[in-house]
């Protein structure tokens, strides 16, 4: 994952390749317009804007400099936090609902789940997402494919199936999740993401194993993705699978 020390690029290429999310989901916390809702680790802002739209006050933390910068540009509006998932800069009870979008699988589980009971109010909303592919791109990328294998980590999936594992099951076993939320609900929402070549090179860039070549190899690479992707846009056929649940109301 990104740190303070992620070349610039890393962070742009981020911001213009990484897929948003459906507008659905915000829908699944059920908050009134005049809520307050918290996004953990924010990133660069693709879902905080999704919610700025909807909810009156949200506030987003993240602790990752770079990202946050990011994050401040593109919504002016929000109160950008340093901050994790274990430690939350937030009182008691002070948030409807808490949004981690392709992140709590970076979390400490146990300590971050009773960080969000404790920001939460009584009866408020978690909901977590993570965007995982469903097919292949059209028209197909084979040939970056190729390209790309060579430095893909084999243990990853390739090339937009990195994401599709079951993110969070260790977390929600947890005894402190059974006794303090509701039981998980999940849904899969169709989230395809149109790209123009530019976008669908900047998705390869935003993968550490591409944005941290040494500029004499990337670059070529970054041309040479370039030079094979011809149409104007690709589809890629992301679902977002999404997990929510509630404080539960003690008895
Ligand atoms: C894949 S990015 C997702 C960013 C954004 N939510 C999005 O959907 O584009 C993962 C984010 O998690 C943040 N992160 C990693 N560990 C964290 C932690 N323990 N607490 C809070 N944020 C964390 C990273 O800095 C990064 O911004």
């Known amino acids: 994952m990104a740190t303070d020390d992620m070349p610039r690029h890393w962070y742009e290429d981020y911001e213009r390749g990484r897929p948003g999310y459906p507008e659905q989901v915000v829908d699944l916390a059920e908050l009134a317009p005049s809520a307050t809702a918290l996004e953990l680790a924010a990133g660069t802002g693709k879902f905080t804007r999704q919610l700025v739209s909807r909810i009156a006050h949200v506030v987003a933390v993240e602790p990752d400099p770079g990202m946050r910068r990011l994050l401040a540009a593109s919504c002016p509006g929000v109160e950008a936090i340093d901050g994790a998932a274990e430690q939350i800069p937030l009182a008691d009870n002070a948030v409807d609902a808490v949004f981690v979008a392709q992140a709590f699988h970076w979390f400490d589980n146990e300590p971050a789940l009773m960080e969000i009971a404790r920001v939460l109010r009584p009866g408020g909303a978690l909901v977590v997402m993570w965007n995982v592919a469903n097919g292949s791109a059209v028209p197909s990328i084979t040939a970056v494919e190729e390209l790309l294998a060579p430095i893909w980590p084999q243990d990853s999936g390739f090339p937009l199936d990195m994401m599709s594992g079951d993110w969070a099951p260790n977390a929600w076993n947890l005894p402190f999740a059974k006794k303090t939320f509701n039981q998980i609900r999940e849904a899969r929402l169709a989230n395809p993401q149109t790209v123009d070549p530019v976008g669908l090179v900047a998705y390869f860039g935003s993968m ?24 104007a846009e690709y589809v890629l056929p992301w679902q977002t699978r999404v997990q929510w649940t509630r404080l539960s109301t003690p008895a």
Do not use: C, F
């Open 208 to 231: 550490g194993w591409v944005a941290n070549l040494p500029d004499e190899e990337r670059q070529p690479l970054v041309d040479a993705m370039r030079s094979h992707l011809t149409a």
